[in-house]
């Protein structure tokens, strides 16, 4: 059923992607060139518009729009929206509103169409998921089931719009599933596979962006030296992610203290806006509008390979969408995010070569594993960013210096600030997300491994006081199973140490009077996970573990299992895995 429902979900969030990107063609034609028309490559440098100094406010204009949709209808749509569908995951069982998808879409379609410098992966992303959610809600369903679909439809988002299955999938095992399986993968797969066939029908199987054949690394003594500027420029991307991240909430902080929400972001876009008309007038292209492919198809078609010019470019992106998002916009930060890398490594690249490096570099090449680094870097998508990259240029020369770049970056990141662009905002927020995912070892021990052994099996009607006056009890807690005619009756933990309080007084109470019933029964070959939910359906404080799989009887208990008992298991297993001290953000 479920592998049913990511197929739908996979189909609909494809035709979604397609919608939303017309919507954006939409709105970006009307704002800059006055025409109704659906078609927009945002691989193409925008056209002056016939507004002169005046395109200066489009984006203001936007950010009207923008303001009342998020404010009046769904607070969660302003933002990139990953942090949000996280939150909805870890926090509240996959639930998301439905009308966040169709908020997200207007919102992200109008402040990207207006040139807000943002991208729009995080819309669809987040419209995906809602997507899923909402499917997860009408076809009642447990909760685990539901986070699924929701990490299925983020996976769908991203795979539809760049084009990249392989990336959607990893996107969503790396960020959005709390716990990764067969349950759990296949409909993120088909639901990824559904939203790739969909975009590509309308689109095209063409990689997002288009490399002209290029050796990244020549087969020589000389790799070697290239490859340790590939590692610099990964460290240097992980500074630069870090700045980014810090540049985007050090802006947050800076607009939350301007009440009035239409003014705090109509100032952040006027501010946009007045950019991009410096730029085009100094320039002549408006460079830090919208999502910013064309920037990045320049560089990467060696057509933009001035090191001062992409340092300069690099700097405006990180203020224009420091501006966008801190003041309340509604788009992602994947786009801008390759933007950044694409300038920040091919101007690495461009100044060696200026400075006679020995080995001369391409700057396509490097430019391609900034954008992995600074992706990798600043989301903590790993793995995401390798592949995507990939799949976008489909250039396998790269995968190599890029593993190494990205490594660094992360790892440099990771020392300046732990938290990347996504789970900041949620611990700033109170919302702790894991930056790790643990297979939980103690979930496949077998009860016999787990139970306590050290327990007594006596009949219902054997004395409380005889038991608790008993001297070899040395006032330990012990576990009672509690038998009435060979049949298990009840479980009982009892403190022995109270009988030395209740010495001479007599309550004439039975062991089958004080026993509790709220337990449950298991195999002794029953693995731990089957036991705890077992625990938990039947809202049982302890397990009576037996041997064989017939009738329970008194006879057949060899232990019990307490919460106690799971938590120590718990306890034990989390100390293999190495150590993360928190450094205070």
Same mark, same amino acid.
């Given at each position: 059923?479920?592998?049913?429902?990511?197929?739908?979900?996979?189909?609909?969030?494809?035709?979604?992607?397609?919608?939303?990107?017309?919507?954006?063609?939409?709105?970006?034609?009307?704002?800059?060139?006055?025409?109704?028309?659906?078609?927009?490559?945002?691989?193409?440098?925008?056209?002056?518009?016939?507004?002169?100094?005046?395109?200066?406010?489009?984006?203001?204009?936007?950010?009207?729009?923008?303001?009342?949709?998020?404010?009046?209808?769904?607070?969660?749509?302003?933002?990139?929206?990953?942090?949000?569908?996280?939150?909805?995951?870890?926090?509240?069982?996959?639930?998301?509103?439905?009308?966040?998808?169709?908020?997200?879409?207007?919102?992200?379609?109008?402040?990207?169409?207006?040139?807000?410098?943002?991208?729009?992966?995080?819309?669809?992303?987040?419209?995906?998921?809602?997507?899923?959610?909402?499917?997860?809600?009408?076809?009642?369903?447990?909760?685990?089931?539901?986070?699924?679909?929701?990490?299925?439809?983020?996976?769908?988002?991203?795979?539809?719009?760049?084009?990249?299955?392989?990336?959607?999938?990893?996107?969503?095992?790396?960020?959005?599933?709390?716990?990764?399986?067969?349950?759990?993968?296949? +409909?993120? $797969? &088909?639901?990824?596979? @559904?939203?790739?066939? *969909?975009?590509?029908?309308?689109? #095209?199987? =063409?990689? !997002?962006?288009?490399?002209?054949?290029?050796?990244?690394?020549?087969?020589? +003594?000389? $790799? &070697?030296?290239?490859? @340790?500027?590939?590692? *610099?420029?990964?460290?240097?991307? #992980?500074? =630069?992610? !870090?700045?980014?991240?810090?540049?985007?909430?050090?802006?947050?902080?800076?607009?939350?203290? &301007?009440?009035?929400?239409?003014?705090?972001?109509?100032?952040?876009?006027?501010?946009?806006?007045?950019?991009?008309?410096?730029?085009?007038?100094?320039?002549?292209?408006?460079?830090?509008?919208?999502?910013?492919?064309?920037?990045?198809?320049?560089?990467?078609?060696?057509?933009?390979?001035?090191?001062?010019?992409?340092?300069?470019?690099?700097?405006?992106?990180?203020?224009?969408?420091?501006?966008?998002?801190?003041?309340?916009?509604?788009?992602?930060?994947?786009?801008?995010?390759?933007?950044?890398?694409?300038?920040?490594?091919?101007?690495?690249?461009?100044?060696?070569n200026w400075a006679g490096l020995p080995v001369p570099l391409s700057v396509p090449a490097f430019a391609m594993v900034g954008m992995g680094a600074m992706v990798g870097g600043g989301t903590g998508a790993v793995m995401t960013a390798v592949t995507?990259?990939?799949?976008?240029?489909?250039?396998?020369?790269?995968?190599?210096?890029?593993?190494?770049?990205?490594?660094?970056?992360?790892?440099?990141?990771?020392?300046?600030?732990?938290?990347?662009?996504?789970?900041?905002?949620?611990?700033?927020?109170?919302?702790?997300?894991?930056?790790?995912?643990?297979?939980?070892?103690?979930?496949?021990?077998?009860?016999?491994?787990?139970?306590?052994?050290?327990?007594?099996?006596?009949?219902?009607?054997?004395?409380?006081?005889?038991?608790?006056?008993?001297?070899?009890?040395?006032?330990?807690?012990?576990?009672?199973?509690?038998?009435?005619?060979?049949?298990?009756?009840?479980?009982?933990?009892?403190?022995?140490?109270?009988?030395?309080?209740?010495?001479?007084?007599?309550?004439?109470?039975?062991?089958?009077?004080?026993?509790?019933?709220?337990?449950?029964?298991?195999?002794?070959?029953?693995?731990?996970?089957?036991?705890?939910?077992?625990?938990?359906?039947?809202?049982?404080?302890?397990?009576?573990?037996?041997?064989?799989?017939?009738?329970?009887?008194?006879?057949?208990?060899?232990?019990?299992?307490?919460?106690?008992?799971?938590?120590?298991?718990?306890?034990?297993?989390?100390?293999?895995?190495?150590?993360?001290?928190?450094?205070?953000?």
């Amino acid at each position: 059923m479920i592998s049913l429902l990511a197929l739908a979900l996979g189909i609909v969030t494809g035709f979604g992607a397609v919608l939303f990107r017309d919507l954006i063609g939409l709105i970006h034609n009307l704002f800059f060139t006055g025409h109704l028309a659906l078609h927009y490559d945002a691989n193409v440098f925008t056209a002056p518009t016939p507004w002169g100094a005046l395109v200066i406010l489009v984006p203001v204009v936007g950010a009207v729009g923008v303001t009342f949709l998020v404010s009046n209808f769904a607070p969660e749509a302003k933002g990139h929206g990953v942090p949000e569908v996280m939150e909805a995951i870890y926090y509240r069982g996959g639930v998301i509103r439905p009308v966040v998808a169709l908020v997200k879409s207007l919102a992200s379609a109008l402040a990207i169409g207006s040139g807000s410098s943002v991208g729009r992966e995080g819309p669809i992303i987040q419209i995906g998921s809602a997507l899923g959610s909402t499917l997860g809600q009408i076809v009642r369903m447990p909760a685990g089931q539901r986070i699924a679909l929701v990490a299925a439809g983020a996976g769908a988002g991203i795979a539809s719009t760049f084009n990249t299955p392989i990336g959607g999938v990893m996107f969503a095992i790396e960020l959005m599933m709390p716990e990764v399986s067969v349950e759990t993968f296949l +409909p993120v $797969a &088909i639901s990824t596979g @559904a939203a790739t066939f *969909v975009g590509r029908w309308f689109f #095209g199987d =063409a990689p !997002a962006f288009l490399v002209p054949p290029l050796q990244a690394m020549a087969v020589d +003594p000389s $790799a &070697i030296l290239v490859l @340790a500027m590939f590692a *610099v420029l990964g460290a240097i991307t #992980g500074v =630069a992610a !870090a700045g980014f991240i810090r540049s985007l909430h050090l802006a947050e902080d800076l607009f939350d203290r &301007i009440k009035p929400r239409y003014l705090r972001h109509m100032l952040g876009m006027l501010g946009v806006g007045g950019l991009m008309y410096l730029l085009f007038r100094t320039l002549g292209q408006y460079y830090v509008d919208g999502v910013g492919y064309a920037t990045v198809q320049a560089i990467l078609s060696n057509q933009a390979t001035a090191f001062w010019l992409l340092g300069l470019l690099f700097l405006c992106k990180v203020l224009a969408t420091s501006l966008s998002l801190g003041s309340g916009s509604s788009g992602g930060i994947f786009s801008p995010s390759l933007y950044m890398g694409a300038t920040l490594g091919g101007g690495f690249a461009a100044l060696l070569n200026w400075a006679g490096l020995p080995v001369p570099l391409s700057v396509p090449a490097f430019a391609m594993v900034g954008m992995g680094a600074m992706v990798g870097g600043g989301t903590g998508a790993v793995m995401t960013a390798v592949t995507m990259i990939f799949e976008m240029t489909l250039d396998y020369s790269i995968v190599m210096p890029m593993i190494v770049a990205v490594a660094m970056s992360i790892g440099v990141r990771r020392v300046l600030s732990p938290e990347n662009i996504y789970t900041l905002r949620l611990v700033r927020r109170g919302r702790a997300i894991p930056k790790a995912r643990h297979a939980n070892m103690f979930l496949v021990h077998a009860a016999r491994e787990v139970m306590d052994t050290d327990i007594e099996v006596l009949p219902s009607d054997a004395s409380f006081d005889g038991y608790l006056s008993r001297p070899e009890h040395g006032g330990r807690l012990r576990h009672l199973v509690v038998s009435q005619k060979g049949r298990i009756y009840g479980v009982l933990r009892v403190n022995t140490g109270l009988g030395r309080g209740l010495e001479g007084s007599h309550t004439g109470a039975t062991l089958g009077e004080v026993a509790s019933r709220n337990f449950t029964v298991v195999s002794e070959d029953d693995v731990v996970f089957d036991v705890i939910r077992r625990m938990a359906r039947r809202d049982a404080g302890m397990a009576v573990v037996i041997r064989g799989r017939g009738v329970p009887r008194a006879a057949d208990v060899v232990g019990l299992i307490s919460k106690e008992h799971v938590a120590d298991s718990v306890a034990a297993t989390v100390s293999t895995y190495p150590r993360r001290d928190r450094t205070p953000t």
